[in-house]
């Protein structure tokens, strides 16, 4: 993969041109065709990069990595400035995430198998959150078979993250892409919404 992007005469460097299309050619077939539906645009990551380099941050974390692509977009085009974590519960996807760190070399990323619902991290300066719950309610373009669809799950879930969020500290902000399964979130003020090319983008913060 690594000789592909090289042919292609494109390097993983800050300032380098990136799109979409070349860096989803790192991807299985399977996880390529998927890109438009589940994993975050290059685009919306230059937006969000665009809102923290204006922000204190000291963590950053993805809750529902996929592959990685926005916790690696983001560590590159903010050069590695602070740590950023991805968790993601489906083995495959973390490990086609974990592979692509250890290959670039990624130092301020890590990315663990796991689901935040159970283990949530605490703790984390800003929250990334592209709609990781609404899997359990539509069919189509799914990642795989994997999980109920219920709506009932879904409630429970969304209940769960809810209450996560409130737990977290004053301050805390919540960045949600496709928003994060509800409309309202207790215990936060909306900060920013706006309008990205492929969906909305919001940051909440906790107050
Ligand atoms: C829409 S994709 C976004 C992927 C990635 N954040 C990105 O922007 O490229 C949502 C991801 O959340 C994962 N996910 C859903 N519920 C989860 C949970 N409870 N714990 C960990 N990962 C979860 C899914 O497997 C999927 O990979």
Known sequence: MRNLFLKAKMSLGVGEPMTDQ??????????????PYQWTPISVVVSTWEYLREEKVSSVVDLGSGVGKFCLNLARVSEHQFPILGIEDRKELFQIADSLREKWNFKKVKFEHGNFLKEFPYGYSHYYCFNPLYETMKASHSIDGSKDKSAILFIQNLQLLKNHFLN?????????YHGFGGSTLPGFKVLLKKELEFGEWMVWERV
Do not use: E
């Open 168 to 176: 977290c500290k004053i301050g805390t902000k919540i960045i949600t």
């Open 22 to 35: 070349i860096w989803d050619k790192f991807l299985p077939v399977k996880y390529q065709t998927l890109s």
